[in-house]
């Protein structure tokens, strides 16, 4: 089981097929429709300046192969030109009819992706930025869940794209899933949106891209995409509160008595902490410390130990804590799935 | 008479050489002393960015900690816009527009003075930081919030300790002796100029730093205001960035970015004017639509007052809010346009002679070409959604900053120098500057723009494995080797010809604008008499009474 868990927490930079030599994280591998949006608005824009490009660099190229000064020159100055208002006139006006061109279609895109109503069965998600995590709140559903965002797939037929009202608990950071959506900010007391609708289960990766602190690096985004049916599985689950095994009430003492309740939530219990992740459903993530590095029994145990040593700066603190309680926490943590 | 005042230089000891440089208010100094300070930040700001790239090559890479990358990236930013490109422009423009213009010297000196040593002030206070920084009990440390220092990451919750106050601090200092120079260029430009030469006659360097002087005025301002707005919050309570006390984090942008657009401008408008001194002397033409160069200038001058917001296409502003920024954004294009179009004509038809100084700014015009089309990119506000606060938009700032900017610095250097020292630079290692320089430009920066598209945010002090980044950013980092090689070459291409140089005589270049009628280095007090001009090539007048200028003007 733990290898399961492993494999597949190792893996997933390469669990979609196209990731391929360009990464996953590609501008240009669209997978929700503003993405498509602005692919397609930054392909046209392409050719425009493609062209562009041709055409001045093969202009100058030849000026100044065919413009210098030849070996056997006389010495003489060439005829004197002071310039000429026909041709100024032309290369004032046609760029100003390829920018008439392209703001009209950016503006259209703008206003498409920017200014989308919502269909009914769209999914609410509040996402709220941390130093150096993020917070998923669901409101529909009436759950919090941390660092890895569950939506569904939306379908053509019947969409159900996915609104993120975006906040910040502290300094501006930036929501960036480069094939789902171009980025939006998180800036404290300036609540933003944004919205996806993936086409296509799978995991998608991103990370934060407004520098903020120390471990901005290290803010990364996974956004699960499923089948309704999963995802409703996936809610189910997590609408629940933690669960409660008597084998491991040392551990979960400890939890209370060592202060990780302070700064965590796990519902049903007494930790209602809000300064870090919730925990809740710890154990139904692959991930810890927001996608630093995958969860497995030793990395949580190492981290519980010492978070600075996957993420230098993160704000949690190194507990104070015994080998023995170390293993009776991390034993606890693993109960909660 | 080059050869005499060569030898003169031979004769000072150094202590006199020390206070001459602080007790001077002779714009040939002061503009030295710009441009001294400015290349030794500009080495100091390389290192920086050589240890950014030895950390960035691979994936995961423990060399730097998170906090000195985060320092190395805002003293990197910080000392390359403000202690490296505007010194030394604001240097070639103290030495050369009171040349060019047949003045004595600029209309203030004294304040030429002080602006030179508040600017340098602020620079050696931004590294005091390192000693001083966390305040007296604690050990230094430099400012780790950005280049634009966005709020409330500067707020003392988020960022104890003093090193902010440095960042504000020296920003202030140098923000102050800007506005300084500001005045006396705009001052020196509009009063000084010698009998005959009207404002359509002077030469385009002059116009550019006339334009840069207003820019300066109105972009430095904001960017004062706003570093005492800080101050005050972290001090006294002010909240205006304090989003507690009902204070906005976005305002901080606003201010920061209406003067960092147009700051962008206030460095390239100079190197500009560079350009379009040197491209006609190497085609051996004269400047092409010289009307229509000033009328761009100037209109790029205004427009780019109304663009700063596609910094912040990002941070949600209403779609129409957007759309105006891009339009107004994507008008810089047309008159840039122009400027391209008429430098490209200027070199039509004519003899071009490639010495250095003529490669960098060939260079220039294919990298400015390239800068401007991805600037487009960005200006698209869709795709800069995508784009923005990635390593593509490091990538084209740098296309912009180091293609055209230090390109056409650099080519101003070999034109100028003979005139400033009275030798030539050593046109062998400047050939090899240039080549190998251009290959560490387009192996770093070309390729950079490429993980930005693969998702790579700016600011990471690493990244994972397996992202599709590794090998482009090792590639940027190679590149980066053969920049600092290019500049050593060029170092000691300065270093050795100063002594060694071959002599350079009034006019090596055979130009046309005044400061190449007077020698080489020019006297204290710049002409012998008084000049007088008929047109905007005086020098061509002379040299040809047969066909001059003012005939065709
Ligand atoms: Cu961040
Ligand atoms: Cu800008």
Redesign the interface.
């Known amino acids: 089981m733990v290898a399961a868990l492993l494999s597949w927490a190792t893996l997933p930079?390469?669990a979609d097929a196209r990731?391929g030599?360009?990464?996953?994280?590609?501008?240009?591998a669209p997978d929700s429709t503003p993405?498509h949006?602005?692919f397609r608005?930054?392909i046209f824009?392409?050719e425009v300046?493609g062209a562009?490009?041709v055409v001045?660099?093969s202009?100058?190229a030849y000026?100044?192969t065919k413009?210098?000064?030849?070996k056997n020159?006389d010495d003489s100055?060439?005829?004197?030109?002071?310039?000429?208002n026909q041709?100024?006139l032309a290369?004032?006006v046609?760029?100003?009819l390829?920018?008439v061109v392209?703001?009209l279609t950016?503006?259209q895109?703008?206003?498409r992706?920017?200014?989308a109503r919502r269909p009914p069965g769209t999914i609410e998600v509040t996402v709220v930025a941390h130093q150096f995590w993020w917070e998923f709140r669901y409101p529909q559903y009436g759950f919090v869940a941390s660092n890895e965002l569950h939506v569904p797939l939306s379908a053509p037929q019947l969409p159900t794209p996915t609104f993120l009202a975006?906040q910040s608990a502290?300094?501006?950071h930036?929501f960036?899933v480069?094939r789902l959506?171009?980025?939006?900010?998180l800036?404290?007391?300036?609540p933003?949106?944004m919205w996806i609708d993936p086409q296509e289960t799978g995991l998608f990766?991103?990370?934060?891209?407004?520098?903020?602190?120390?471990?901005?690096?290290k803010m990364?985004q996974r956004v699960y995409v499923q089948s309704r049916e999963e995802f409703n599985k996936w809610v189910h689950a997590q609408q629940q509160p933690a669960a409660s095994d008597p084998a491991v009430a040392s551990g979960s003492a400890l939890f209370i008595t060592k202060a990780c309740f302070a700064c965590h939530t796990v519902r049903g219990t007494i930790a209602a902490g809000i300064v870090g992740p919730d925990l809740t459903h710890l154990m139904s993530r692959d991930t810890i410390g927001s996608g630093a590095v995958p969860l497995t029994p030793e990395n949580l145990r190492q981290w519980v130990h010492n978070p600075a040593s996957f993420k230098?700066?993160s704000l949690m603190p190194a507990p104070d804590i015994t080998e023995q309680e170390l293993d009776q926490i991390t034993a606890y943590l693993l109960t909660l799935r | 008479m080059a050869s005499e005042s060569i030898a003169l230089r031979v004769h000072k000891s150094p202590l006199h050489v020390v206070y001459e440089c602080v007790a001077t208010a002779d714009h040939k100094k002061i503009g030295l002393m710009y441009i001294v300070y400015a290349l030794l930040f500009l080495v100091v700001m390389g290192i920086e960015a050589i240890l950014m790239r030895i950390q960035l090559s691979h994936a995961n890479a423990t060399f730097l900690?998170?906090?000195v990358f985060?320092r190395l990236f805002t003293l990197h930013g910080t000392t390359g816009v403000f202690f490296v490109a505007m010194p030394i422009l604001f240097g070639f423009g103290n030495y050369l527009v009171p040349l060019m213009i047949g003045a004595r010297d600029m209309a203030f000196p004294r304040l030429n003075a002080f602006s030179f040593w508040m600017t340098a002030f602020g620079g050696f206070f931004l590294y005091a930081s390192f000693f001083a920084g966390g305040g007296l009990s604690q050990a230094g440390s430099a400012p780790?919030v950005?280049w634009f220092a966005?709020a409330?990451?500067t707020s003392p919750t988020?960022s104890p300790g003093h090193s902010t106050d440095y960042w504000t601090l020296s920003l202030l200092l140098a923000g102050v002796g800007s506005i300084g120079a500001a005045v006396n260029f705009i001052a020196t430009i509009l009063c000084m100029r010698c009998p005959g030469m009207t404002l359509s006659r002077m030469p385009l360097l002059a116009w550019m730093n006339l334009v840069m002087g207003g820019l300066i005025l109105v972009t430095i301002s904001p960017l004062t205001a706003a570093q005492l707005m800080l101050m005050a919050d972290r001090y006294i309570g002010g909240h205006f960035f304090d989003?507690a006390a009902g204070g906005?984090?976005?305002m901080w942008m606003h201010f920061f970015w209406i003067f960092g657009h147009p700051e962008v401008y206030v460095l390239i408008i100079p190197c500009f004017g560079f350009v379009s001194e040197i491209v006609p002397v190497f085609?051996?033409?004269?400047m092409?639509?010289?009307?229509?160069m000033v009328a761009a200038s100037v209109s790029i001058g205004f427009v780019s007052l109304g663009v700063w917001a596609h910094h912040m296409f990002?941070?949600?502003m209403?779609?129409y809010g957007?759309?105006f920024f891009?339009?107004t954004t994507?008008?810089v294009?047309?008159p840039t346009?122009?400027k391209?179009?008429?430098w490209?004509?200027t070199?039509?038809?004519?003899?071009?002679?490639?010495a250095t100084p003529m490669l960098f700014c060939?260079g220039f015009?294919?990298q400015f070409?390239?800068a401007g089309?991805t600037g487009?990119?960005l200006a698209?506000?869709?795709?800069?959604?995508?784009?923005?606060?990635?390593y593509f938009v490091v990538a084209h700032f740098h296309y912009v900053i180091v293609g055209g900017i230090l390109f056409t610095i650099f080519a101003g250097f070999y034109y100028w120098y003979p005139k400033i020292t009275g030798r030539m630079l050593n046109e062998t290692l400047g050939k090899w500057h240039f080549w190998i320089f251009l290959i560490g430009f387009h192996l770093t920066f070309d390729f950079m723009h490429i993980p930005g598209?693969?998702?790579?945010?700016?600011?990471?002090?690493?990244?994972?494995a397996?992202?599709?980044?590794e090998t482009w950013n090792m590639i940027s980092s190679i590149g980066a080797i053969f920049q600092a090689a290019g500049i050593l070459i060029f170092v000691y291409n300065m270093i050795v010809s100063y002594f060694h140089g071959a002599l350079a005589g009034n006019d090596p270049w055979d130009a046309w604008t005044l400061e190449w009628a007077t020698t080489s280095p020019p006297p204290d007090y710049n002409f012998a008499g008084v000049p007088a001009v008929r047109s905007r090539r005086p020098l061509w007048d002379i040299k040809?009474p047969d066909d001059p200028?003012w005939k065709?003007?």
């Not at chain 1, 959506?181 to 900010?185: E, L, M, N, R, V």
């Not at chain 2, 698209?380 to 990635?390: G, H, V």
């Open positions: 930079t390469f990731d030599f360009f990464g996953p994280t590609n501008i240009f993405a949006s602005i608005l930054s824009e392409l300046e562009i490009f001045v660099f202009l100058l000026a100044i413009f210098r000064q030849r020159d100055e060439p005829p004197q030109v002071y310039g000429s041709m100024e290369w004032t046609l760029p100003v390829i920018v392209l703001f950016t503006a895109v703008i206003h992706v920017q200014d975006l502290d300094v501006d930036s960036w480069p959506a171009g980025k939006t900010d800036i404290p007391n300036h933003n949106t990766l991103g990370q934060c891209s407004q520098y903020c602190g120390v471990q901005h690096a990364l230098p700066g | 900690s998170p906090e985060n780790d950005g966005y409330p990451l988020f989003t906005s984090v976005v085609s051996r033409k004269a092409f639509g010289y009307p229509a990002t941070v949600g209403p779609s957007n759309a891009v339009l994507m008008v294009a047309v346009g122009i391209i179009f008429n490209l004509a070199i039509w038809g004519g003899k071009i002679r490639f060939i015009l294919f070409l390239i089309l487009i990119m698209t506000a869709p795709f800069d959604w995508q784009l923005s606060a990635s598209l693969l998702g790579m945010p700016r600011r990471v002090y690493t990244y994972e397996g992202r599709g980044w040809h200028d065709y003007e």
